[in-house]
């Protein structure tokens, strides 16, 4: 079936840094990749998404890219701030193993950002 | 809007005991969907509703767990006897959609989660 690897497991940087969270995935099927933040105490929440046809995709200090080839896709948080301090779960769907709006999720990236 | 509900937020039960949980979704979402996240692992789709029918419980990790979504409204996702390892967060999500288009907002909501922790 589908697997989303996703790395670091944790990450820790200064406010004001930037910061990368990379997923692979398995199926080559797949065609949505959204990216969700944990806040504790909190459930997921959607943060960006990109589909197959885009490359890359920008909102504010979140930026998405994909590279469909190689099969990843990451995360990228510029000026990072306390408030950006959460659990980051990159997941796939659209493949032959995750039809139907199933989202197979990454491992998740503990992210602490440091005032 | 109100957003995806779930109770208890916690739930504390022995070993052999049963549990029921409940995810009421974003009122006119047909698709609701069940995830879990154990001991700090991904999160893992466990089911997924279309209305009153299961449309897929290939995450479902054995008939210890039970769901039920009578009415196509709220579900309850049940767990009877408990046993150690179901210890998690359980997610519920819903959806307008249940598949990913290429010209519409996946609408996909989750809710806080009920932490079950089995002792």
């Known amino acids: 079936g589908e697997n989303v690897e996703q790395h670091p497991s944790t990450l820790s940087v200064q406010e004001g840094d930037s910061a990368v969270i990379k997923c692979t995935y398995s199926?080559?099927?797949?065609?949505?990749f959204p990216w969700y933040k944990q806040e504790l105490g909190k459930g997921p929440q959607l943060i960006i998404d990109?589909?197959?046809?885009?490359g890359e995709k920008k909102d504010q200090r979140i930026a998405v890219t994909l590279n469909k080839t190689a099969k990843h896709f990451s995360l990228h948080i510029t000026e990072t701030q306390p408030e950006d301090s959460a659990v980051y779960f990159c997941?796939?769907?659209?493949?032959?193993?995750?039809?139907?709006?199933?989202?197979?999720f990454g491992q998740g990236t503990e992210l602490s950002v440091k005032p | 809007e109100a957003g995806v509900t779930q109770f208890p937020s916690h739930s504390v039960i022995e070993k052999g005991q049963t549990v029921t949980l409940r995810c009421d979704p974003i009122?006119?979402?047909?698709?609701l969907y069940w995830y879990r996240r154990v001991m700090g692992k991904e999160i893992k789709f466990l089911l997924h509703?279309?209305?009153?029918?299961?449309?897929?419980e290939s995450g479902m990790p054995n008939n210890r767990f039970l769901a039920e979504r009578t009415g196509g409204t709220y579900s309850t996702l049940k767990v009877q006897p408990a046993e150690l390892e179901d210890s998690g967060v359980y997610f519920c999500?819903?959806?307008?959609?249940?598949?990913?288009?290429?010209?519409?907002?996946?609408?996909?909501?989750f809710g806080s989660g009920t932490r079950l922790t089995v002792v």
């Open positions: 999500a819903s959806s307008l959609i249940s598949g990913p288009t290429l010209s519409k907002p996946y609408g996909y909501t």
């Open positions: 509703f279309v209305k009153e029918s299961k449309q897929d």
């Open positions: 990109i589909r197959s046809n885009v």
């Open positions: 009122s006119g979402h047909d698709n």
């Open positions: 199926d080559s099927a797949s065609n949505y």
């Open positions: 997941a796939a769907s659209g493949g032959v193993y995750n039809q139907g709006g199933k989202l197979i």
